[in-house]
């Protein structure tokens, strides 16, 4: 079992950056993939990051390529998500996700409660 707990989400304007961190709790931290998924009102959960177990290797999707940086501390077992140049269409609740599966995709076993991003034009 592993507990999430996300921060730093927020109201930023257009062009800004926000840092979101995930804490976690539970079994060994470094035992998982981790990632970020968000929701926008009227949506579908998307996926938007996520990182190897050891950090060393990230993949994002397209609407966040170069902008945003997933990194991982395993010594104190937290991800975080730096988020620069921000649009209005990135409005959503942010959620922290953690798993194993990543055939065919990142399936994660847990998941935060999220925190909200929302940025004005």
């Known amino acids: 079992q592993v507990q999430l707990v996300e921060s730093g989400g927020g109201l930023v304007q257009a062009g800004g950056s926000l840092r979101l961190s995930c804490a976690a709790s539970?079994?060994?931290?470094?035992?998982?993939?981790m990632g970020w998924f968000r929701q926008a009102p009227g949506k579908e959960r998307e996926y938007v990051a996520r990182i190897s177990r050891s950090g060393g290797l990230s993949y994002y999707a397209d609407s966040v390529k170069g902008r945003f940086t997933i990194s991982r501390d395993n010594a104190k077992n937290t991800v975080y998500l730096q988020m620069n140049n921000l649009k209005p269409e990135d409005t959503a609740v942010y959620y922290c996700a953690a798993g194993f599966a990543v055939i065919p995709s990142f399936s994660p076993d847990y998941w935060g409660q999220g925190t909200q991003v929302t940025v004005s034009s």
């Open positions: 539970g079994r060994t931290f470094r035992d998982y993939r």
